[in-house]
């Protein structure tokens, strides 16, 4: 039997019968009702204004899943670039495709010299990183020409391999350029998060030796962060990718929304505690002030949780 709810206009007695369809009801189905009504919903906590079947939420039970595969098996037994794949794809790649893949992507690491020399470093010295990689990402429109042909399907594809090969290049460049410290090139020959740490930490030394341990937490956080359902910066780069924007122009608008203290800015903040927290000696002394009403406990609950 099909679910549906009945909706009744007390000002003229008319009904209708809306069917439920994966949990939820189509707007244009009140409209046959109650045409002129808007629907008021702060926060857009209760509407859907798409479909996806990427990924999955279910913040009482514990449960996220991209593609139907549980994030806990993802985080133990992949890596963040198998699983970009797997979110582009809807599967895991085979080895042969993997390969591809990986080599596709590493091709495009590097960014215009002229993104590094007459951009990010025109930034004044105390910048904040993120507003640097805002402007950095948005201005990759401008190198990339093709990038405004949004319906060649090669030319999507060449702009997510783009994207996803440069983010860690300007991200690092971002961070050194706001601690004083000179630009890192990309080394192919590491992975994809030894290559970040890399143009990260480098300083002198011929290879930079990433610490395996600090790689691989590196990328499965990079994997629990790979996509989050509906939330404010995909919101965000959906609203602007829906103008035909560029994909660059899309992604910087979804970089925007996560600077924000209330979406990716809150990373930031737990950052700042655990500095000012110093040492392991004083985390106990920590949390019972917090206990006490001094301070916040960052990191700690979520909008959807």
Not at 72 to 86: D, H, N, R
Request: aromatic share 10%; with cysteine.
């Amino acid at each position: 039997m099909t679910e549906s709810i009945t909706i009744i206009d007390n000002r003229t007695g008319n009904q209708l019968e809306i069917p439920i369809v994966h949990g939820g009801i189509a707007a244009n189905e009140w409209q046959k009702l109650l045409p002129g009504i808007w629907y008021y919903d702060p926060g857009l906590t209760s509407t859907a204004f798409c479909e996806s079947t990427i990924t999955i939420v279910d913040g009482e039970n514990g449960i996220l899943r991209y593609r139907g595969y549980p994030i806990e098996q993802l985080a133990e037994k992949s890596t963040y670039l198998e699983v970009a794949y797997l979110l582009l794809n809807g599967e895991l790649p085979t080895a042969a495709q993997f390969d591809q893949w990986r080599h596709d992507v590493t091709y495009h690491t590097y960014i215009h010299e002229n993104v590094r020399k007459r951009f990010l470093e025109g930034f004044h010295y105390d910048a904040h990183p993120m507003g640097m990689l805002v402007s950095a990402v948005a201005a990759l429109s401008t190198f990339y020409l093709d990038a405004k042909e949004i319906f060649d399907e090669e030319s999507r594809q060449r702009q997510i391999m783009r994207l996803i090969a440069k983010m860690p290049t300007l991200a690092a460049a971002a961070h050194r350029f706001s601690v004083g410290m000179p630009f890192v090139y990309p080394d192919n020959s590491l992975d994809f998060c030894a290559n970040f740490l890399s143009m990260m930490w480098k300083v002198a030394e011929p290879r930079f030796d990433a610490n395996p341990t600090l790689a691989r937490a590196l990328d499965v956080l990079f994997i629990l962060h790979a996509d989050h359902e509906q939330n404010c910066s995909t919101t965000a780069m959906r609203v602007v990718g829906s103008s035909h924007a560029d994909p660059y122009s899309c992604c910087a608008a979804a970089c925007a929304a996560l600077y924000g203290p209330r979406h990716g800015g809150a990373n930031e903040a737990v950052i700042r505690m655990l500095t000012e927290i110093g040492s392991i000696d004083n985390v106990p002394s920590f949390v019972e002030a917090v206990k006490q009403g001094h301070g916040r406990l960052q990191g700690f609950g979520h909008r959807v949780y």
